[in-house]
């Protein structure tokens, strides 16, 4: 997989969030497939599958996942627990996004391994720069392992 060949995994409840999340990282990365998830059960089942369906094969492009931290039916942090905790998922860089600053949630992600925690601008000219950091970051700069290395189980 080349670099810039990398999906976004966007895991957003918020609307407004979404349209901006999505507007920003498609400046930063036209190239980069955005995936978005409504919430935290869907991103589980896209990222596991279900008893009736398999995992999305997406899941072997993704270069990094932006996990919002107070999502609907599942939080952010029990699919970031989820995702440490299976050598299929264990090794995706997640970056926890939220609208808060309490040090406890900070402190909880990262004791579950998240690789960076950040705290969503409210102004969307920040906003969008910050977006577009995150999406040069982990999508050109960042190694992940590629599909059919350590990313076959």
Do not use: H
């Amino acid at each position: 997989m080349a670099k810039g060949d990398c999906s976004i995994l966007v895991v957003e409840d918020n609307p407004d969030d979404q349209i901006l999340t999505m507007r920003a990282l498609r400046k930063a990365s036209s190239q980069s497939p955005i995936i978005l998830q409504e919430d935290g059960q869907a991103a589980l089942e896209f990222l596991f599958g279900t008893e009736s369906s398999k995992r999305s094969p997406q899941v072997d492009t993704l270069g990094v996942i932006l996990l919002d931290l107070k999502l609907p039916k599942v939080s952010g942090l029990e699919v970031l627990r989820r995702i440490r905790s299976t050598p299929q998922t264990d090794w995706l860089p997640v970056v926890m996004m939220t609208s808060s600053d309490e040090p406890s949630e900070l402190r909880e992600a990262y004791r579950l391994g998240a690789n960076s925690f950040v705290t969503k601008q409210i102004d969307y000219s920040r906003f969008s720069e910050q977006m577009c950091l995150l999406a040069r970051y982990w999508l050109t700069v960042n190694q992940v392992p590629m599909v059919g290395s350590s990313r076959s189980f």
